[in-house]
């Protein structure tokens, strides 16, 4: 498996981006990676590390897409990192991009230069997120906003695929994510989608509230990219907000020291569970091709797994999949396409 | 201070209720409860209690309204306990209404009897959530869907007021919830409310996203209700999960036992700095007097609390308040209350 893997994206690149790689050639033998970016700043991270060479190739991209920068701009520019590497992949010489660069821009150019897959209205990331049990994946985790009920539709069986072939849940249950269980609770979006997505013939287990997120019953969840993103950037808030508090209050106790020196390896081990670093990224499901989008503040491990599963799902064909499960399907919506209204 | 206190309502109702009646006779001497529902049950609840007899009555109440039912038939007893409650309020008997029933039926038997404060198109949940810091209050927490850019403006509004007189913060911070900083960040609803409520006159921060949410930098952020409700639920999920597994962590370790022991006192003061109940219930802003909405787990804690802010706000003209801030600014929206499309 060849990943073209953007080392210039990420609040940490190209250092941790590059130390990624290393650790994911080191660790993977079938993999290779090419590093699209600043030729010199590659080479210079490169240096003295330890790494089989030959299965590392340096593509030069003269440009980067800073974090701040308008979309719009970082889009039309032909020699970014992003733009080149996600090139890559279209003329078939990589199977898969990974960039934790600035994720609408990322978006934006895997969509115009891969293009959607044949059926699927709108991409859409599906996020995993940790549970108490196993983690579910939330789609869409901000790919879009102002979704229709057919979109919803066709990121329920985009989301199911997934479930079924990559995190290999045999019959994924599969829930629409609103403020109350019954079929008649939720938003206009909600209550249309929900009559498109019963009859199609999935596990559908209905409406999942908030509360119930985290109990690890849904395999999938399936919302509007607007409050998928606010889910999921609530959700890492919160979990971090959670552990700062703790932590005060165990250090404004008499015995807080000895107290947190107990806790140290809890608090690892559930960071562990619950770190985004530890899924690597998510990828954007419905185009022609596996791209990954990776956090902004991607650590060297987070690169490591991100190009580990662009891999796995390269080798598994998930656009494949997702390709025929959607053309299967597609003849249930009432509408073709993205024409169903939301009201 | 009168409160009426639905003592059917919530799911350890009465006993619960009552329990929380008792406790808040006890601790506030300006108070007076009239207990409203089955007045058998009650009695048999207060029979053995301690409590100032001369501060309580009973306002039977014949009917209740289970928490599963449908919200349609429920709104239509004409006596049931929460009907029968608000109408002590309507009526003048009684300053404040509390229920921990059926949030929906509450909500719209308010309205319907109290009906909305003189220029607000939609009332709003506005719920106070803990932060790092000071708590914020979220708005709309839950009341409406598919709300547009005049009532967003609205809860703005009506937020600054609540944080201003009730909160005590002097200039409040005035956030929109979304999906990134940037005014161009969001969905059509969002983009256009951030154009009503910038030029407001408010202390406007602009967007806020969710993993900001809990930093405390905000004291009122402003969403749809549909978004709002699923991320009171979600934050209220995901920081029992996070409880539970640092729980199944720590057990998990060698030293585990003596690790919970340590840090049993850290996690009850969390757990009271993040507990509802030590909020009581969140506020219905917008109607024609004041309803305090509690949560159907409610214990006798929270009742006890509910019924304090309840007469706080009563105390403080909180409707009035609220009323003269809508209409001082309602000419400000280019169209008249709801007429504005979010399109």
Redesign the interface.
């Known amino acids: 498996m060849i990943i073209a893997l953007d080392a210039m994206g990420g609040d940490y690149a190209p250092s941790a981006i590059v130390e990624g790689a290393v650790e994911a050639l080191n660790e993977y033998e079938d993999l290779e990676i090419i590093l699209v970016g600043d030729e010199r700043a590659i080479t210079k991270e490169l240096l003295g590390k330890q790494f089989p060479s030959l299965r590392v190739k340096i593509n030069h991209a003269p440009e980067a897409v800073g974090m701040g920068e308008s979309p719009m701009a970082a889009i039309r520019k032909k020699n970014s990192s992003i733009r080149k590497a996600i090139d890559l992949v279209k003329a078939g010489e990589a199977h898969a991009v990974v960039s934790a660069g600035h994720s609408g821009v990322v978006m934006a150019l895997a969509l115009i230069v891969l293009g959607a897959s044949t059926g699927v209205d709108r991409p859409a990331i599906g996020a995993l997120m940790p549970?108490?049990k196993k983690p579910f994946l939330l789609i869409d985790a901000?790919a879009n906003?102002?979704s229709t009920p057919a979109n919803l539709f066709q990121f329920a069986l985009m989301g199911n695929a997934f479930a079924k072939h990559i995190l290999g849940r045999p019959s994924p249950r599969v829930a629409i994510?609103?403020?109350g269980e019954e079929e008649s609770k939720?938003?206009?979006l909600?209550k249309e989608s929900f009559k498109l997505i019963q009859p199609a013939g999935l596990n559908f287990m209905g409406n999942i509230?908030?509360?119930?997120?985290?109990?690890g019953e849904a395999d999938v969840v399936v919302c509007?990219?607007?409050?998928g993103?606010?889910?999921?950037?609530?959700?890492?808030?919160?979990?971090?907000?959670?552990?700062?508090?703790?932590k005060q209050?165990?250090g404004?106790?008499p015995?807080g020291r000895?107290?947190y020196l107990?806790?140290k390896?809890?608090?690892r081990?559930?960071k562990k569970?619950?770190d985004y670093a530890e899924y690597g990224g998510a990828p954007l499901l419905g185009i022609n091709g596996t791209c990954i989008i990776s956090h902004g503040r991607s650590t060297s491990k987070a690169i490591k797994n991100a190009v580990k599963i662009a891999a796995e799902f390269s080798r598994k064909k998930m656009f494949e999949i997702i390709r025929e499960e959607i053309n299967s399907k597609n003849a249930m919506l009432p509408l073709k396409g993205n024409t169903v209204a939301a009201g």
Chains 1, 2 share one sequence.
């Open positions: 549970t108490f901000g906003v102002d994510l609103s403020i939720g938003n206009e909600t509230e908030g509360k119930d997120l985290f109990a509007d990219g607007f409050v993103n606010i889910v999921l950037k609530t959700s890492e808030g919160l979990a971090e907000t959670v552990i700062k508090m703790l209050e165990i404004s106790l015995t000895l107290g107990f806790i390896k809890a608090l081990g559930f569970k619950t």
